[in-house]
């Protein structure tokens, strides 16, 4: 009751300009008054972040936080497959007649989430949610190349399951990044970053690209490409979200459960093309 009472208020707000204004202050030195209750509300784990409160003078530097060396183990087999955040897998599938299927039947359509891409139609997604306490930088799932990417402006809809149950279509609607890797053990992927309620930035190690600033769509091959290896760190979210993964038809088996709770760098599957 209390999340379809969230997204029926947000229903009648102006969420991008509450988003943004949320997202404006999180920058500002005095959400540094909100940091223990953060921590104590969300039950954030502090052992594995690098320093301590004292040392972020934001709310919005605690969200994008580091973890020390260490805390997370990158699998190194060549085939696999690792989780390219924390989160959990709260959808997963083929991707059939052109949708990928979530719950309770409800489906989205690949190509409005990428923008007009149909390359991925049989293959195989993922859906990973970050909660508030997660750690909410995102990595490759594999070592690649960073080809190009899409920006697609969009709402600004909270992206937990029930919101998902709620909002049909949600992420097809909300703002996303799509980076498209290419794997030399698994082809193409799209890496989806999906914006939502209270999202101040999404950025980028590779590309200038802030979103959530008022820049309209935008479209851009990387020339070269920008070559990562396994587990290294692609982008962040700045408050939020979700990332989606979708690979071609018949390039890896996952291998894990759903609502199984994942950390960045563990085995979700293998790679499947020679």
């Not at 997963?92 to 719950?103: Q, R």
């Not at 038809?249 to 960045?264: I, N, S």
Request: aromatic letters at 10%; charged letters at 25%; a negative charge.
């Amino acid at each position: 009751m209390k999340d379809a009472l969230i997204i029926s208020f947000l229903s009648i707000l102006p969420r991008k300009g509450l988003s943004w204004t949320q997202g404006a202050f999180a920058r500002k030195k005095a959400s540094r008054a909100l940091l223990r209750w953060y921590v104590s509300h969300y039950k954030v784990n502090l052992d594995e972040m690098e320093g301590g409160l004292e040392d972020y003078p934001s709310l919005a530097e605690f969200f994008v936080r580091p973890l020390k060396p260490g805390a997370r183990s990158v699998d190194a087999a060549p085939r696999s497959v690792v989780a390219p955040c924390d989160g959990k897998a709260v959808a997963m599938g083929p991707v059939v007649d052109g949708f990928m299927e979530l719950w309770d039947n409800r489906k989205v359509p690949v190509s409005e989430l990428l923008g007009n891409d149909e390359r991925f139609e049989g293959g195989d997604f993922l859906v990973i949610y970050l909660a508030p306490p997660d750690y909410h930088r995102v990595h490759t799932p594999l070592e690649c190349q960073v080809e190009s990417y899409r920006y697609l402006p969009g709402h600004l809809w909270p992206v937990f399951p029930a919101a998902v149950r709620s909002v049909n279509k949600l992420f097809a609607k909300n703002e996303r990044l799509v980076i498209y890797l290419k794997s030399s053990v698994a082809g193409l992927v799209a890496e989806v970053m999906v914006g939502a309620y209270g999202v101040g930035r999404i950025e980028t190690r590779f590309s200038e690209l802030l979103t959530n600033a008022g820049s309209g769509a935008e479209t851009k091959e990387l020339e070269p490409p920008v070559s990562y290896e396994k587990g290294e760190e692609l982008g962040r979210f700045n408050m939020g979200s979700t990332v989606i993964l979708f690979f071609e038809k018949g390039a890896v088996q996952l291998d894990l459960e759903l609502d199984q709770v994942l950390r960045m760098g563990q085995i979700i599957g293998h790679a499947g093309r020679d």
